[in-house]
């Protein structure tokens, strides 16, 4: 299953409102370029910023962050973050091994989706998120960074 088919999939089954500080989340407004920034996300994996392009959605916010490395090729890397209710509802969507990550978070686990991408889920407090990456190495370079941002927050 793709990204796109496993959250579309979640999205429809799951219309759960956060509650972060009392208030609902509006993910139709939270942008995650802006909550995570794009140079953190750079300087993780090793690489420079070339440009952010946030997704919104009435139940999760994403950013896709486009980098190049140190030879110049692109690539690039998404943050996906929605409620924390969503962490377990989402594994009846994967189709593929999941993998427990430790140390990560309240919860974690990793994936290689049929795009041959790497999406390790995270959850922490009151939201859940999904860093996608080329391998699972520098997928947990991005979710140590969330995260490390998250918690400060």
């Known amino acids: 299953m793709t990204l796109a088919g496993f959250l579309s999939a979640a999205v429809a089954a799951i219309a ?7 208030q609902p989340r ?11 920034p794009g140079d953190a996300i750079a300087r993780a994996v090793g690489a420079k910023l070339s440009h952010t392009r946030p997704t919104f959605d009435k139940n999760w916010s994403r950013c896709a962050y486009h980098v190049t490395d140190a030879n110049g090729k692109p690539n690039g890397y998404v943050v996906w973050i929605q409620p924390a209710e969503d962490f377990e509802e989402l594994k009846k969507y994967i189709d593929k091994p999941i993998r427990p990550v430790s140390g990560l978070g309240d ?3 990793v994936f290689q989706d049929d795009d041959r991408r790497f999406k390790m889920n995270v959850k922490r407090g009151d939201l859940m998120f999904q860093a ?6 520098s ?3 991005v979710a140590d960074t969330v995260l490390a941002i998250v918690s400060k927050k």
């Open 139 to 141: 997928a947990r370079k």
């Open 107 to 109: 919860a974690a686990y």
């Open 132 to 137: 996608t990456a080329d391998t699972p190495e």
């Open 26 to 36: 509006d993910y139709t407004k939270f942008n995650v370029c802006e909550f995570i």
């Open 16 to 22: 759960v409102p956060v509650m972060a500080s009392s």
